[in-house]
Nanobody, 115 residues
Framework: QVQLVESGGGLVQPGGSLRLSCAAS??????MGWYRQAPGKQRELVAT???????NYATSVKGRFTISRDSAKNTVYLQMNSLKPEDTAVYYC???????????WGQGTQVTVSS
């Protein structure tokens, strides 16, 4: 059974930083990534990382966010720097296995950027 546990969200001032973590278990994983959903808006892709080290970022976070993963721990991270109020959202971890077609979602962690 695939399980995802997210942590690291919180309240931060504009320009501050947070690091999100998503610890996955129950399989081995191909693509791991992060999505976010702001109030009243649709869920959107933030960043993804493949097992081969390829990364993809939303235009709005390029140069500010960095996705990384620790394969031994089955954990994916999102380092968020220079945070802006528009980054405020619930952030969800998303993973795929090598043999499955569906994605698995974490429980979500709230990130609030406000002064």
């Amino acid at each position: 059974q695939v399980q995802l546990v997210e942590s690291g969200g919180g309240l931060v001032q504009p320009g501050g930083s947070l690091r999100l973590s998503c610890a996955a278990s129950g399989s081995i994983f191909s693509t791991m990534g992060w999505y976010r959903q702001a109030p009243g808006k649709q869920r959107e892709l933030v960043a993804t990382s493949t097992s081969g080290g390829n990364t993809n970022y939303a235009t709005s976070v390029k140069g500010r966010f960095t996705i990384s993963r620790d394969s031994a721990k089955n954990t994916v991270y999102l380092q968020m720097n220079s945070l802006k109020p528009e980054d405020t959202a619930v952030y969800y971890c998303n993973v795929h296995t090598f043999w499955g077609s569906q994605g698995y979602w974490g429980q979500g962690t709230q990130v609030t950027v406000s002064s």
